[in-house]
């Protein structure tokens, strides 16, 4: 089992930045593949960016790219979310989500593929 816990939102006007934290415990954690997804209000949830379990491989949707940057440090057992040039947009809960994957460079960007979700964490971005 892997325990997932989010933190760093926040309310953040447009243009700023937050950076989001995914601490995982339970289980070794650079095994796993992360991704981050986000669910808007009234909207499904969806895929934002994730990393292979080195950290050799990221992937981002078209929406975030060139803004956000996804980032590991095994050695905390944490991987992270930098948010920049934030968009009213972007407002939503923030989850994280891990699954064991022997691949080291495999990227996984739909729900079904993760086994293990965070609680998640607010952002809001003001106009």
């Known amino acids: 089992q892997v325990q997932l816990v989010e933190s760093g939102g926040g309310l953040v006007q447009a243009g700023g930045s937050l950076r989001l934290s995914c601490a995982a415990s339970g289980r070794t954690f650079s095994s796993y593949a992360v991704g981050w997804f986000r669910q808007a209000p009234g909207k499904e949830r969806e895929f934002v960016a994730a990393i292979s379990y080195s950290g050799g491989s990221t992937y981002y949707a078209d929406s975030v790219k060139g803004r956000f940057t996804i980032s590991r440090d095994n050695a905390k057992n944490t991987v992270y979310l930098q948010m920049n040039s934030l968009k009213p947009e972007d407002t939503a809960v923030y989850y994280c989500?891990?699954?064991?994957?022997?691949?080291?460079?495999?990227?996984?960007?739909?729900?079904?593929?993760?086994?293990?979700w965070g609680q998640g964490t607010q952002v809001t971005v003001s106009s």
């Open positions: 989500a891990a699954t064991y994957r022997t691949d080291s460079m495999v990227v996984l960007t739909t729900e079904d593929e993760y086994d293990y």
